[in-house]
């Protein structure tokens, strides 16, 4: 079974968990999972190779899953492998994530099946442009907020609002992710790895973990990852192994952030960093340590290497990264583990923050959008860890349950 098939099997998994303990009825349940509307076109782009232009159609897609609580939201990807059953999976993991931190969003995806890296800066602009002209109908600043994604970036959501803008007047808030000159949020670049530092130590606390004396294990160094070193180290966390694509470095006595970054910017890769030894990704994860930080793909974490795990604490900042038998392996051994579902949403209510600020015309100073942030990921951590508590479940499943009864309760309240 290949990895995107693991991890719809893994979600549905955890729904039907939470779906049994909530009690709710079959219509109930196929209503939750139902989406609002499923939209697949095709983008006609012109094509500069060998010598000559050619018309070349890509597949787009866009699924709005549930817009209870409010518009549409979800990111835009473009990725060679997209397609309508991994965007339909994303569009509903939305869903419960905007509203497990209770934000006024539904959940939606969208995607292109096509290798970014392969075009050329026009031939991105083209296409960007004319998906967001054959979508233009079903999004809008109070419908559909589209943002970045796996492939795409701020420069692409820019030229996605000037093409909006051209027929509905100049419109900010109709995509998350822009440039900060175009209406962009400060800090939203290193929200979701500060998110995932933040609920980190919130989680270590709880397990009377110190700083000083705990060992941090961080799978992945792009964005997400690197912003959630940065953060940790901040705390006083010892960072002892890193990886990317290439590979993974080590040093149990700790590793320099800044020096990793300083070589992620000269060199494009963590191999080779001074003062470290090199470690497979698959040995890294296995690293003695006390926090593990799974930022990298999803289903790294199975039941072939569950066992193996040595920390006792593991935060999901990449989605789905531990399959639900491994998980259920972890959870017989004790160790606690903070899900995707709460981990990274530091993106999601970044993005809502900009929303926000865009409607309001009034930019946020980067101190605010943080501290609100930070105050937003504590309430709704406290609120999860109180019902898992009081129902003896662990961090995911009462995740799911309060993401799954706020939508629920949602559509009750509006007459279904």
């Not at 995806?109 to 031939?123: C, F, M, N, Q, Y």
């Not at 492939?151 to 998350?176: C, F």
């Not at 912003?227 to 694509?245: P, W």
Request: glycine residues 8%; hydrophobic residues 40%; negative net charge.
């Amino acid at each position: 079974m290949d990895k995107k098939c693991i991890c719809q099997e893994t979600q549905r998994h955890f729904l039907n968990q939470a779906f049994d303990s909530l009690t709710l009825k079959d219509s109930q349940q196929e209503l939750l999972l139902s989406s609002f509307r499923e939209t697949r076109i095709t983008v006609p782009v012109t094509l500069y190779h060998n010598g000559e232009n050619t018309l070349h159609t890509f597949q787009g897609y866009r699924v709005q899953h549930n817009h209870s609580r409010g518009p549409f939201k979800g990111g835009l990807r473009f990725h060679p492998d997209v397609n309508m059953g991994e965007i339909q999976a994303l569009a509903q993991l939305m869903t419960w994530k905007t509203a497990l931190v209770d934000i006024p969003f539904g959940g939606a995806k969208g995607g292109i099946a096509v290798d970014p890296r392969k075009l050329s800066e026009s031939e991105l602009e083209e296409l960007s442009r004319r998906f967001c002209q054959k979508m233009a109908p079903i999004i809008g600043v109070h419908k559909d907020i589209p943002a970045p994604d796996i492939g795409t970036n701020p420069q692409v959501m820019a030229w996605m609002l000037d093409e909006y803008s051209k027929t509905h007047g100049y419109r900010t808030a109709i995509v998350t992710g822009k440039p900060i000159a175009l209406g962009g949020s400060a800090g939203r670049l290193e929200a979701t790895g500060y998110g995932v530092a933040h609920l980190a130590h919130k989680a270590a606390t709880a397990l009377s973990l110190v700083p000083e004396h705990s060992k941090v294990v961080i799978q992945g160094f792009g964005n997400v990852g690197s912003h959630t070193a940065i953060g940790l180290a901040n705390k006083g966390y010892k960072i002892i192994g890193l990886s990317d694509v290439n590979g993974g470095v080590m040093n149990t006595a700790g590793i320099s952030i800044d020096q990793a970054l300083a070589q992620i910017t000269e060199q494009g890769t963590l191999t080779g960093l001074a003062g470290t030894s090199p470690i497979s990704n698959a040995d890294l994860l296995e690293l003695s340590c006390d926090i593990l930080v799974p930022a990298a793909l999803e289903a790294t974490i199975t039941c072939d290497n569950a066992d193996a795990i040595q920390a006792q604490l593991i935060v999901e900042a990449a989605n789905m990264p531990i399959t639900h038998r491994a998980d259920d392996q972890l959870k017989q051994r004790g160790v606690v583990v903070v899900p995707d579902l709460l981990a990274n949403v530091g993106g999601v209510l970044a993005s809502y923050y900009e929303w926000v600020q865009n409607l309001q015309q009034f930019p946020w100073e980067r101190d605010t959008v943080l501290s609100r942030l930070e105050n937003r990921l504590s309430s709704t951590y406290e609120t999860v860890s109180i019902l898992a508590q009081e129902k003896k479940i662990d961090l995911r499943a009462a995740a799911y349950e309060l993401a799954i009864q706020r939508v629920e309760q949602a559509i009750r309240l509006r007459g279904f």
